[in-house]
Nanobody, 130 residues
Framework: QEQLVESGGDQVQPGGSLRLSCTVS????????LGWFRQAPGKEREGVSC???????YYAASVAGRFTISRDNAKNTLYLQMDNLQPEDTGMYYC????????????????????????WGQGTQVTVSS
């Protein structure tokens, strides 16, 4: 059974950095697009950054230049390096995987229509506050 487990969330001050990890089991990630989504209190979940099986990447405008997504297929793990964090980055961060190999690209994964049928992690909390 597919399982995604996030880690690395914490509380940091503005300008700080965090590195989120998402370890995947039950699925070999090599041929799947993966992504990070976040949900702030009172807001809808949004795609923050996604990476295709060919390592093409997408970043939301609000995080471009500050966040870096990467994947280590040998470790079956997805990462999100977050630098210069700001209070508006606060939220629950979720890892997601496409359920079909070689299907959604990085843009499609991060901009799903309706309720996407992804594999989801349980989330890790990021709080940016002074």
């Amino acid at each position: 059974q597919e399982q995604l487990v996030e880690s690395g969330g914490d509380q940091v001050q503005p300008g700080g950095s965090l590195r989120l990890s998402c370890t995947v089991s039950g699925l070999t990630i090599d041929d799947y697009s993966l992504g990070w989504f976040r949900q702030a209190p009172g807001k809808e979940r949004e795609g923050v950054s996604c990476i295709s099986w060919t390592d093409r990447v997408y970043y939301a405008a609000s995080v471009a230049g500050r966040f870096t997504i990467s994947r280590d297929n040998a470790k079956n793990t997805l990462y999100l390096q977050m630098d210069n964090l700001q209070p508006e980055d606060t939220g629950m961060y979720y890892c997601a995987s496409d359920t079909t190999a070689l299907y959604y690209d990085e843009n499609e994964l991060c901009h799903p229509a309706g309720h996407p049928q992804y594999y989801w992690g349980q989330g890790t909390q990021v709080t940016v506050s002074s």
